[in-house]
């Protein structure tokens, strides 16, 4: 199971790994941002310590924590400070503020690792006769808010119920290429389980490393290779929740129109119905071989079109991922290295420049994997449709370096974080017809919230999931923090930013979820009526509000 | 908008069409039938006359009835004979037998047609003042009791809302290849405006003549091509719905996590939350060219496995259609004409006989439509994969007949009731793992139950959708009919036949949807909190129960 001792409690991932950029480019990096913010950058702001946090003593009584003990076993009820904060906060930029100032929201009360659906249901029952709420947490990457406690005001407080000790796998199909697991397993796990029967699930979401099969249901998520294995609406063919009404359980069926289909009520719920258990996920033969490469436009727009046309013309791609100028260029500084005397790539941009593809290029990241046979078709006729926008290919290296770092970008904040420069991302998907006014727009409503909240910022983006009518639109700030009033400073900064993805007919959000920082705009999301209508499954299959309250919407 | 006038009250589609086998085909086939049954058919049993039935007078009194004039426009509320009849059954079995025979249901009281949301949203509420049930009709083609006016005790009748006044095209978005359209829009009027920019919804139904685009959401209906294009579930982009307690509408977006997709609770609602009114459709060009062909295998089994490799391989294909031994056999019944003096299909048959594609032998039809070179390509790739099974490649000409007759099949039931023939179908959906235990298991038990119920009688089945996890399974009965107790054996036979289903694994139905047929198995196929779920979200969009009462689930 996954292991929370391995992992930072207050920052991106694993103890001991981070981006390594080395300490020479991790200054000339703090030195551009310092430029452009107009204001000297230096390291050396200390985060608390997790022995100076003074947390709230649990608000458990000793029958509630004798009856968890009985349903989980003695040794699976917790409440150490790093159990009880690790399980309370996940890893958005608040987050990250607040663990760091040591200046936490109240954390749950207890911990429990549920070790079958039996005692799944037994913490359900128990919470509610005890009048605590209930928080699912798998891996806890929520970038949303998605597991922060927040018990009703009838309730005493909250019990995390950490979903990792089920984690196996536990029938394949091989013939209808399904595999049942228990939705605790995280995705490493799961990708090595399945491998040993010649199968992947091909869900790469950058949280892979320390997320869950039930994460990434309750979330809607959807991962770097989605162009060829999909999103989680693809990939769950059926699904088993202990809700506090009972087991909501589909058919294990490749379609049915037997009524609404459940699966979609469950996809996306965030924990707000019940504990997702067990999955039954269509699984992929291992693929044989794999291409990733770059190709750089002359603008964004021109890159667009080339991924508009390839997506809806049915070539297959695993990833098209398009940088905007901003994105482009901040990734050239991060990756300039002023150690290194001849600098390949910067020599290639610099030819590229004299050949027109200057200061608003675009880099498009694609990638395909598959049969070796396949997988050349497939890059061949993409480079083909991209050099056909103009496109100049720039070969396999960055596709490299890509690849190597897929899952590492996040810990990118935390050392600037350190320098007090807050990074944040949001997410959106639109048609096509109005991906590149929004682009333009949203971006410029972020610089306006960057300028009147933090006196300077970056502000940019890049299409990462591409679909035949739309595509998202992934937007990244770099801002100076104003560590007096951090958290208010963001939350400032995402509420415009947030009117801005509605204004411009964007959804809140394309896979990161709801969780409690988009809350408030859900009722413009879903209309009033679409949203009663989820509100009325929660309150019949929940009816004392005891799953992970406050979430998916404000005031529930 | 759809013709009623043109349309045959009491049996399939269009005055004047037919199947059209011709006298001396038809005899033939009705000798084969009758020597199967062990008794001899002749045609002759007259239906009764639309002038013969005794309708109850409508229950409207005059106030409401001058409401619904003045929200719709006096012609557009009517109350004949024909009218309430075509509003009050739709197209399966029981419907034809009733029909027929003029032992009608308590049909509804008048059919109103709304021309716009606003007069749909008045009809909602004067149904909800005067104590109406509104059933919401498109073509009225349902399978499974999908419109028949079933009002709650506490109700004085049904209003059924024909929708197909509301037929605009709204808009066509070539960029993001989606179309806007009002929901009352048949197949045919759908395609041909489509076409006029190019594009085309490739959702070709059995229904697709008579049928509409919100009668396809309601139903989560599937066509024959969506091996090419998908099912509803894929071509359904946003939905606007007006339901008694406002517009329910879903954000025209490629992808979200915001939240649960609302789509997926009107996909399959069957009119039982509101009155679908609008929906963006994603569309694709008009393919210049398409191809159909025909292979033989020696088994059902190993024509299974050959699909099985091409979906599961990923090799495109609108369609892929494998009849079993005894629906093959059927078709080479039907197709025999006595008349002719050299019958070059049979000759082939014959010589595929001397192969060893003997008794056993199962017909596939593969199709794909697309550019001429991908047609090409991916025909070649199917026939290679089908050959690698055994199959026989059988060329063009069963291909360019079912083409021809795709939408006439179902005018097969009419003239064999007329002999007291009955044709009944029924379909499921499952992984591929336990389908050909499924195909025997099922057959199996219809044949049970046809020598228990009628005596004699042929059930066959055909794999039309395929998916990588599992494909549908397409059963179809023919049996002599009690004329005496003809409703009630339909019903018996049906009972063990559905319960044979849901025994072998499968779901209650893969896309004829639920209706009032297959309500009584709801809670099997969803499970108790599944269904309270679907319930609650009834209960609050429709407080007052207006809706389609009935249909989904028995007493609701």
Redesign the interface.
Known sequence: MLSREALRWNGWGRLGEGLGLGPAREEAVLAELGGRFGRPLARGLDPVELEGLALPAPRLDGRTLGRLRAACGDEWVRTSDLERVSHSLGRSLPDLLRLRSGDLPPPCDAVVYPGDEGSVAAVLRIACDSGFAVVPVGGGTSVVGGIEPRPRASQRGAIALDTTRMDALLRV?A????AVVQAGIDGPALEARLRTHGFTLGHFPQSFEHSTVGGWIA????GQFSGRYG?L?DLL?AVRVV?P??????????????????????????GTLGVIVEATL?V?PVPAAHDERAMLFRCFEAGAEAV?EAV?S?V?AAMLRLSDAAETELFEVLRRDPVRRFDVAAAVLEGAARLGYGEGRAVLLYAQEGDADEVRRDMARLRAIGRRHGGLPLGRRPGRSWRRDRFRTPYLRDWLLDAEVAVDTLE???????LEGAHRGILRDLRAALAAHAGAGLAMAHLS?S??????LYFTVVYPLDPRRAVKQWAEIKREATDSVLGH??????????GLD?GAW?AR??????L??????K???DPAGVMNPGK??TAG
Do not use: C, F, I
């Open positions: 199909d013939t209808s290429r399904t979330a809607r998520s959807s999103g609406e063919a809700t009404s009972g087991v909501l359980r589909t058919l294990e069926v490749p379609r049915s129109a037997a009524g609404p289909d459940l699966r979609a009520l469950v996809l996306g719920s965030e269509r992929a508009r809806q049915g297959p959106t998907a639109l048609p096509w017809s109005r999931h679909y035949a009518d739309g595509a998202s007919g964007g959804t809140l959000s394309h896979h990161h979820g709801v988009h859900m999301e879903k209309g009033a009526v679409g009663e209508a989820l509100r009325a499954v309150e019949r299959v998916l919407w």
